[in-house]
């Protein structure tokens, strides 16, 4: 009987479904929603505002009344309000001594302040516990419930209780709280829903300027140079065919560019003996922005596979056919089937094919909602073998493709070799290095160094 007691006792105040009142200053959008979330979760709700009138848009639980008189009904206050309206919050610090405040509110601009609008709160009313929440949820995703994109809720403050109470209706909304140590972090919270794809960035620009430089070197042997040097107006090659070859000479230069920052940190290694000191700052960056580098990858990889797919709907396409099959009906000769183009050409679609389901897998496995249901060997196993073997499979399609005009003078257009032979050489480079990399006189020692062995022990400081 004892010890089933202890049990009940135990266990009463996490499945009790009392709740304390919330107070909340600030009847805006994200006010209104942030309440009618607390009822919804079992929390009395009471806004403190300018105006005490009843109003439609209120949750109709929620209490509505001064500022003075709704901050004396609740320990934890919500300040949903924005910072240039924090003055009148002065004249209540005694009624605010002691009590929870948790800051809500975001800025325009990055470091539009010198100091947080959190640190700037705690300025205003010294003696109040200010915490740093919700101000990565966005008003919309509280209304229609879709919080699937936004759950993770990062918290800070200095006060270690007031920050838990805070956690705890994190948690009773439904939402994650990843504590984010003290209020000195409020600065980087604040700025992180101001980011525009921050990881993104590097991989779109560069795309963009890959794109660019493709598409005016195709430009110039596939439409100007004919134009110039045989009065052949080609300039509709600019809607299917150009982009058909930039999309896979993207796909395979992006992918190689995924695996190429480890082939050098590897190479880094080896010439220090050492993993303990950090690699430059420019190969950290290229390393934690690879699986965008991928995914940007697939994108144009999916785009070729669409582009081909039309090709035979072409009206250039059906014209250049009827135009060999009428050939052939006046000249009465009918070409006979070549065995090695024949062989050439189903290779090369075969190595598709079989190069881009890889890919697929490699941005599948990519998705947090399936990398979290492998554990890591799996994952490696995938990202990293697999990867190289999708390297190996897209780059052999590329030669398959052209291996015949390597050598051929009329491919050197002013000199200048076809596209796909420049989209060859980060991927050929990759994998030589690679191979290299995998020879027992360079792998055991390199596996030794990620193990924690140091050629010089001086560099673990």
């Known amino acids: 009987m004892n010890k089933n007691s202890s049990n009940i006792m135990a266990l009463s105040p996490t499945t009790s479904n009392k709740r304390e009142t919330v107070c909340i200053f600030g009847t805006g959008d994200f006010g209104r929603a942030l309440g009618h979330k607390m009822?919804?979760?079992?929390?009395?709700?009471?806004?403190?505002?300018?105006?005490?009138?009843?109003?439609?848009?209120?949750p109709k639980d929620a209490e509505v009344l001064s500022h003075a008189e709704a901050a004396q009904k609740a320990s934890i206050i919500i300040i949903a309000i924005q910072r240039q309206h924090y003055n009148f919050l002065t004249s209540l610090a005694e009624i605010l001594h002691g009590k929870v405040l948790v800051d809500i509110s975001n800025n325009v601009k990055l470091?539009?302040?010198?100091?947080?609008?959190?640190?700037?709160?705690?300025q205003l009313v010294p003696g109040a516990k200010v915490v740093k929440a919700f101000n990565t949820v966005s008003a919309w995703a509280l209304q229609s419930g879709t919080?699937?994109?936004?759950?993770?809720?990062?918290?800070?403050?200095?006060?270690?209780?007031?920050?838990?109470?805070?956690?705890?209706i994190v948690r009773a909304l439904g939402l994650t709280p990843l504590d984010h140590g003290s209020l000195l972090a409020a600065q980087e919270i604040e700025n992180y829903p101001l980011q525009l794809f921050p990881m993104w960035k590097f991989p779109i620009l560069l795309?963009?300027?890959?794109?660019a430089f493709f598409f005016f070197y195709c430009l110039i042997r596939d439409v100007i140079y004919p134009y110039v040097y045989e009065n052949k107006?080609?300039?509709?090659?600019i809607a299917i065919s150009i982009p058909n070859r930039i999309c896979p000479i993207l796909a395979l230069t992006l992918l190689a560019l995924v695996y190429l920052p480890g082939v050098l940190a590897a190479i880094i290694q080896l010439y220090r003996g050492t993993k303990y000191r950090r690699f430059p700052d420019w190969l950290d960056k290229w390393m934690l922005c690879r699986k965008q580098l991928g995914l940007v990858a697939l994108a144009f990889a999916s785009l070729h596979v669409l582009y081909t797919l039309i090709i035979p709907i072409r009206s250039f396409v059906r014209w250049r056919i009827s135009s060999q099959i009428v050939s052939q009906a006046l000249s009465n000769k009918t070409e006979p089937l070549n065995n090695t183009d024949a062989w050439l050409s189903d290779s090369y679609l075969a190595l598709g094919?079989?190069?881009?389901?890889?890919?697929?897998?490699?941005?599948i496995t990519s998705l947090p909602s399936v990398s979290n249901n492998v554990n890591w060997r799996e994952f490696r196993f995938v990202q990293s073998k697999l990867g190289y073997l999708t390297l190996i499979l897209c780059t052999a399609h590329t030669m398959v493709y052209g291996g015949k005009w390597f050598l051929s003078p009329s491919s050197y257009r002013w000199y200048l070799p076809s596209a796909y032979m420049l989209s060859l050489i980060v991927p050929c480079i990759v994998l030589v290095v690679k191979f290299v990399l995998i020879f027992p006189c360079l792998d055991k020692p390199l596996t030794q160094i990620r193990q924690g062995w140091e050629r010089n022990p001086q560099y673990s400081e």
């Open 233 to 237: 107006d080609f300039s509709f090659f």
């Open 39 to 58: 009822i919804q979760s079992g929390y009395p709700v009471v806004y403190g505002s300018r105006s005490t009138q009843a109003s439609s848009l209120i």
């Open 111 to 122: 470091n539009q302040y010198p100091e947080s609008n959190a640190e700037y709160l705690a």
């Open 353 to 363: 094919i079989l190069g881009f389901f890889l890919f697929v897998l490699l941005g």
């Open 207 to 211: 795309s963009f300027g890959l794109v």
């Open 147 to 168: 919080l699937d994109a936004s759950r993770q809720v990062f918290v800070c403050g200095d006060d270690m209780e007031a920050k838990q109470m805070v956690m705890d």
